[in-house]
């Protein structure tokens, strides 16, 4: 009797164990197969104080996994290059042929993904994909603590044009003063990655009643990145 017991005890226990697939987990909004790319359209605002100035630039980045390797740490890596292409008012994007712009690193496991910018490391994502989930996203750097968090899971968008049916976003920092905004936010599309990505830090010293920090910016940065295509090579 004691022995049928501990066989129905034990079929109990594997038949409710859970399998920890990717599907699961959420790495589908982070795919990590060699050759994949994703194309972006950039449009970037520097201002600045010293010397007063505003610049905009205009361009395309090309983010692609090219291989695998081991990091300085022993773990498993994946080698993202970074290409860009400036707009020509005079040419098409497609007669402009595409630059190398810099190597960053990835890091992906089953319980986040780091990504190494100008070797800075970010966690930008955790698994499993909670929605309000929090993560502090500069653990790994020296930045100082931000709580990054899942915003939403599983929206259907379109950015730039592109339909995509299944979005999140990150919300990475979200703060305004009468003097400062700094809003940071990523967003990230099943099977694609990175579809969206917005920087604004704006900084002024002068307060005025009804005039918002936009409208009065001394100097900071104003961001951001769009899906144009995306694919495999």
């Known amino acids: 009797m004691l022995i049928v ?24 909004y982070y795919p990590t197969t060699e050759g994949k790319y994703v194309i972006y359209d950039v449009d970037s605002i520097v201002y600045t104080d ?12 090309k983010e692609k996994i090219a291989d695998s390797f081991t990091d300085n740490e022993g773990k498993p890596a994946l080698r993202l ?5 400036m707009y020509d008012p005079k040419k098409s994007y497609d007669s402009i042929p595409w630059s190398m712009k810099e190597v960053w690193m990835v890091n992906a496991d089953k319980k ?4 190494s910018e100008r070797d800075i490391r970010y966690t930008k994502l955790i698994f499993p994909i909670q929605e309000k989930a929090v993560w502090n996203g500069n653990v790994r750097n020296t930045i100082g603590d931000w709580d ?20 999140l976003k990150v919300k990475q920092f979200d703060l305004r003063t009468l003097i400062s905004l ?16 917005e920087m604004t830090d704006l900084s002024s ?8 920090v936009e409208n009065r910016i001394i100097y900071g940065l104003q961001y951001k990145q769009k899906i144009v295509s995306y694919g495999q090579e």
């Not at 017991?5 to 589908?28: H, Q, R, S, Y």
């Not at 700094?182 to 990505?197: C, F, H, M, P, S």
């Open 5 to 28: 017991c501990f066989a129905v005890i034990l079929f109990g226990c594997v038949k409710k164990k859970v399998e920890n697939t990717e599907g699961l987990l959420g790495l589908a």
């Open 50 to 61: 010293l010397p007063l100035d505003t610049v905009i630039n205009k361009y395309r980045i």
């Open 81 to 85: 290059e970074r290409y860009i292409k």
């Open 112 to 115: 986040s993904i780091q990504v």
């Open 148 to 167: 990054y968090t899942y915003d939403y899971v599983d929206k259907a968008e379109t950015i730039n044009g592109v339909k995509l049916e299944k979005v």
């Open 182 to 197: 700094k809003v940071y936010t990523e967003k990230y599309a099943k099977d694609i990655g990175l579809v969206y990505r």
């Open 205 to 212: 010293n002068t307060v005025i009643s009804g005039v918002p």
